[in-house]
């Protein structure tokens, strides 16, 4: 199946159609996509100036870490989940922008960040654990964290502005 | 009544105002000052929401409230005081129709309650000695908390929904 048939077959699903046409579904799933920016965004943020040694310095970095990553991924969990339920509402309008792609692009760069944190700086965390000085590699980490989450969600709220009018 | 007419009057100032014509005249401004107000409410709501995880004993159990507040302050202060500038240049582009958005009269309500909440209880629990404080009453203090700022939150959503308005402002329109 090609992309563009997958699309359209997603577009004629009843669930699609509830979405796209139900009065309530979708202010209600985009209120908790925009909401959960609050837990998302919120600790992320959190967690980067941690790594850039701005905020929390006195904390550990391995507690810090460890009390936020719970929320942080199930905050996460819930943006991909309504996330998804909003492209389903008009896959092929949310696909033929440019802004929603380079979304994707740099959502999937942020997942990438992540995994390359955590399998060098992080992997030696105990060594920099009570150091309010954070090495090198975490502050780059956390820029391209900070840097991607600004650019993806100001593509999010440009989605909304470059979708073509109903 | 004079609050009323206080209230239209600002709105009209703001609406005639050098940046609500600005940004209401531009493409892309608007879009801009939306998305500060959007990065400002994710670190908002995180500083807002990891102290009262911790009131409620929920995050970072080992650390004193007051000490996590102290910490997070900074952030807290700066990203309101950009929610509270982007929001009002937001405001500034229809202000005469927002007098009239009951979504957005609620928000400003919650928004005040939220503010003073914030600064007076909320922070004198936060900042007081917890082992003379019952348990209970952090977690009552916390979900007040959480319960007044998601309202501001919910009343910003539904402000761009809304399409009737108040009364008869839009008579008020020139």
Same mark, same amino acid.
């Not at chain 1, 563009?4 to 669930?15: E, I, K, V």
């Not at chain 1, 965004?41 to 990553?69: H, P, T």
């Not at chain 2, 910490?71 to 129709?97: C, H, Q």
């Not at chain 2, 000695?129 to 009552?140: C, G, I, Y």
């Given at each position: 199946?090609?992309?563009?048939?997958?699309?359209?077959?997603?577009?004629?699903?009843?669930?699609?159609?509830?979405?796209?046409?139900?009065?309530?579904?979708?202010?209600?799933?985009?209120?908790?996509?925009?909401?959960?920016?609050?837990?998302?965004?919120?600790?992320?943020?959190?967690?980067?100036?941690?790594?850039?040694?701005?905020?929390?310095?006195?904390?550990?970095?391995?507690?810090?870490?460890?009390?936020?990553?719970?929320?942080?991924?199930?905050?996460?969990?819930?943006?991909?989940?309504?996330?998804?339920?909003?492209?389903?509402?008009?896959?092929?309008?949310?696909?033929?922008?440019?802004?929603?792609?380079?979304?994707?692009?740099?959502?999937?760069?942020?997942?990438?960040?992540?995994? #390359?944190?955590?399998?060098?700086?992080?992997?030696? #965390?105990?060594?920099?654990?009570?150091?309010?000085?954070?090495?090198?590699?975490?502050?780059?980490?956390?820029?391209?964290?900070?840097?991607?989450?600004?650019?993806? #969600?100001?593509?999010?709220?440009?989605?909304?502005?470059?979708?073509?009018?109903? | 009544?004079?609050?009323?007419?206080?209230?239209?009057?600002?709105?009209?100032?703001?609406?005639?105002?050098?940046?609500?014509?600005?940004?209401?005249?531009?493409?892309?401004?608007?879009?801009?000052?939306?998305?500060?107000?959007?990065?400002?409410?994710?670190?908002?709501?995180? !500083?807002?929401?990891?102290?009262?995880?911790?009131?409620?004993?929920?995050?970072?159990?080992?650390?004193?409230?007051?000490?996590?507040?102290?910490?997070?302050?900074?952030?807290?202060?700066?990203?309101?005081?950009? /929610?509270?500038?982007?929001?009002?240049?937001?405001?500034? !582009?229809?202000?005469?129709?927002?007098?009239?958005?009951?979504?957005?009269?609620?928000?400003?309500?919650?928004?005040?309650?939220?503010?003073?909440? !914030?600064?007076?209880?909320?922070?004198?629990?936060? /900042?007081?000695?917890?082992?003379?404080?019952?348990?209970?009453?952090?977690?009552?203090?916390?979900?007040?908390?959480?319960?007044?700022?998601?309202?501001?939150?919910?009343?910003?959503?539904?402000?761009?929904?809304?399409?009737?308005?108040?009364?008869?402002?839009?008579?008020?329109?020139?």
């Amino acid at each position: 199946m090609s992309l563009a048939s997958f699309l359209q077959w997603l577009y004629n699903t009843p669930f699609s159609i509830t979405m796209r046409e139900s009065l309530w579904a979708e202010p209600i799933v985009e209120t908790i996509h925009v909401l959960t920016l609050t837990l998302f965004l919120g600790f992320a943020v959190l967690l980067d100036m941690r790594l850039l040694g701005v905020a929390m310095k006195r904390r550990r970095m391995s507690e810090v870490l460890g009390q936020l990553n719970p929320w942080l991924f199930g905050g996460f969990a819930v943006m991909i989940v309504t996330g998804v339920l909003l492209f389903c509402a008009d896959p092929i309008a949310f696909y033929s922008t440019t802004v929603f792609k380079v979304k994707m692009i740099m959502l999937v760069l942020a997942g990438l960040n992540v995994l #390359i944190f955590n399998a060098t700086v992080g992997r030696k #965390i105990a060594e920099w654990d009570l150091s309010p000085t954070t090495p090198g590699g975490a502050k780059l980490a956390a820029v391209v964290s900070l840097v991607l989450w600004v650019f993806i #969600i100001s593509a999010g709220r440009w989605i909304a502005y470059a979708l073509p009018p109903p | 009544m004079w609050l009323r007419s206080l209230l239209i009057a600002f709105c009209e100032w703001c609406n005639n105002s050098f940046w609500g014509h600005g940004i209401r005249n531009s493409t892309w401004l608007f879009p801009f000052v939306e998305i500060f107000h959007l990065l400002a409410l994710g670190v908002l709501g995180g !500083t807002i929401l990891i102290v009262n995880l911790r009131l409620m004993g929920l995050r970072f159990k080992n650390e004193p409230v007051s000490e996590l507040a102290r910490d997070v302050r900074p952030w807290m202060l700066g990203s309101l005081a950009v /929610m509270l500038l982007s929001g009002f240049l937001l405001f500034s !582009t229809e202000a005469v129709k927002m007098y009239g958005n009951w979504a957005f009269r609620g928000k400003m309500l919650f928004l005040l309650a939220a503010v003073i909440y !914030t600064f007076t209880v909320h922070r004198k629990v936060v /900042m007081a000695d917890q082992s003379r404080l019952a348990p209970a009453v952090r977690v009552v203090v916390a979900i007040i908390s959480l319960l007044l700022w998601t309202g501001v939150g919910l009343g910003g959503r539904a402000l761009g929904y809304v399409t009737t308005s108040v009364g008869s402002v839009s008579s008020l329109l020139p």
